[in-house]
T-cell receptor, first 113, second 113 residues
Framework: DGGITQSPKYLFRKEGQNVTLSCEQN?????MYWYRQDPGQGLRLIYY???????QKGDIAEGYSVSREKKESFPLTVTSAQKNPTAFYLC????????????FGSGTRLTVV | GENVEQHPSTLSVQEGDSAVIKCTYS??????FPWYKQELGKGPQLIID?????GEKKDQRIAVTLNKTAKHFSLHITETQPEDSAVYFC????????????FGKGTHLIIQP
């Protein structure tokens, strides 16, 4: 079955470390997105990509970086510059134009220890 | 750009009663309006959507209505059950969809036994 897979489900980061969250989809979707969700809060857009080797900053891109070397993959790196990285991270994908909505992954919960 | 407002932020209803969640949007060119359900610790799942050429859509106990003139759309859940307890997000997208979906801030629906 086609879907979108995020890994790991739980991730712990030490102060000053960079960590990378994985997002892979086999839906043949062109567009991919990363969102951050804090407890009791809505979805805030970090980065999105509509085509391989191109991506755009969202509303809260500072302290994060992404790459889109393959259509199926859109990894997110949380850098040491992100001062408050503890959150639930969601990856999504869609056809170009998103006229059928998004398919979301199951999320990665990142905790700073 | 598009702006989506969602109300209420929390809704508590008795099991068996109906629940209504309302969203307004700002861009009259928006033409696709999905609703997502997010259970605790999981990614959002698409539960129903509506396009701008339709006024109402129903799927068993859930329905969505769209008023283009007033620029608002609503989610209706009838005969609520405990498994309906979740956070619900509305979203909207404008024609070309270059920037993806704009989400409301979510409604925490609580079904009281």
């Amino acid at each position: 079955d086609g879907g979108i897979t995020q890994s790991p489900k739980y991730l712990f980061r030490k102060e000053g470390q960079n960590v990378t969250l994985s997002c892979e989809q086999n839906l043949n979707h062109d567009a991919m997105y990363w969102y951050r969700q804090d407890p009791g809060q809505g979805l805030r857009l970090i980065y999105y990509s509509q085509i391989v080797n191109d991506f755009q900053k969202g509303d809260i891109a500072e302290g994060y970086s992404v790459s889109r070397e393959k259509k199926e993959s859109f990894p997110l790196t949380v850098t040491s510059a992100q001062k408050n990285p503890t959150a639930f991270y969601l990856c999504a994908s869609s056809k170009l134009g998103a006229q059928d909505g998004y398919t979301f992954g199951s999320g990665t919960r990142l905790t700073v220890v | 750009g598009e702006n989506v407002e969602q109300h209420p932020s929390t809704l508590s209803v008795q099991e068996g009663d109906s629940a209504v969640i309302k969203c307004t949007y700002s861009d009259s060119a928006s033409n696709y309006f999905p609703w997502y359900k997010q259970e605790l610790g999981k990614g959002p799942q698409l539960i129903i959507d509506i396009r701008s050429n339709v006024g109402e859509k129903k799927d068993q106990r859930i329905a969505v209505t769209l008023n283009k003139t007033a620029k608002h759309f609503s989610l209706h859940i009838t005969e609520t059950q405990p498994e309906d307890s979740a956070v619900y997000f509305c979203a909207a997208i404008t024609g070309g969809g270059a920037d993806g979906l704009t989400f409301g801030k979510g409604t925490h629906l609580i079904i009281q036994p």
